[in-house]
C-alpha cells in the first residue's frame, strides 16, 4: 500500500503559477507510476497527467498540454506539478495517484492509490 501526501494548493491570480508536490512513502517510489488527476464537486476527475517510473516518459490532458509539467525526484520519493498559465478553469481539487503498473508503452488511468486531495483556486 501506499502512502500519498500532496503539498498544499493555494489560490493563484489567472496567468500564474503554482507548484503542487506529493510525497510517497510505503513502497519503493521508483517503481510506481504516478498521476495527477483533478475533480470538482459533481464532475467528473479529469486526468491532468502521468510518469513512468523512470521519469522519461510523462502523458498530458489536453488542456493542459503546454502548461503544465509533471516530473519526480525518486531520491526524494516525490512528484511535482508545475503549472504555468493558470486559469480559472483550472481551479479544481487536484489529487496525486500511484500505481505499479507501467506507463512506459502507453498511458493507464486506473491507480490504485490516492491522496487526499488539494484545493486550488484561480481567480479572474
Known amino acids: 500500500q501506499v502512502q500519498l501526501v500532496e503539498s498544499e494548493g493555494g489560490l493563484v491570480q489567472a496567468g500564474g503559477s503554482l507548484r503542487l508536490s506529493c510525497a510517497a512513502s510505503?513502497?519503493?517510489?521508483?517503481?510506481?507510476?504516478m498521476g495527477w488527476f483533478r475533480q470538482a464537486p459533481g464532475k467528473e476527475r479529469e486526468f491532468v497527467a502521468a510518469?513512468?517510473?523512470?521519469?522519461?516518459?510523462?502523458y498530458y490532458g489536453d488542456s493542459m498540454k503546454g502548461r503544465f509539467t509533471i516530473s519526480r525526484d525518486n531520491a526524494k520519493n516525490t512528484v511535482y506539478l508545475q503549472m504555468n498559465s493558470l486559469k480559472p478553469k483550472d481551479t479544481d481539487v487536484y489529487f496525486c495517484?500511484?500505481?505499479?503498473?507501467?506507463?512506459?508503452?502507453?498511458?493507464?488511468?486506473?491507480?490504485?492509490?490516492w491522496g487526499q486531495g488539494t484545493q486550488v483556486t484561480v481567480s479572474s
Open positions: 510505503g513502497r519503493t517510489f521508483s517503481s510506481l507510476a
Open positions: 510518469i513512468s517510473w523512470t521519469g522519461r516518459k510523462t
Open positions: 495517484a500511484a500505481d505499479r503498473f507501467s506507463v512506459v508503452a502507453g498511458l493507464r488511468t486506473d491507480f490504485s492509490s
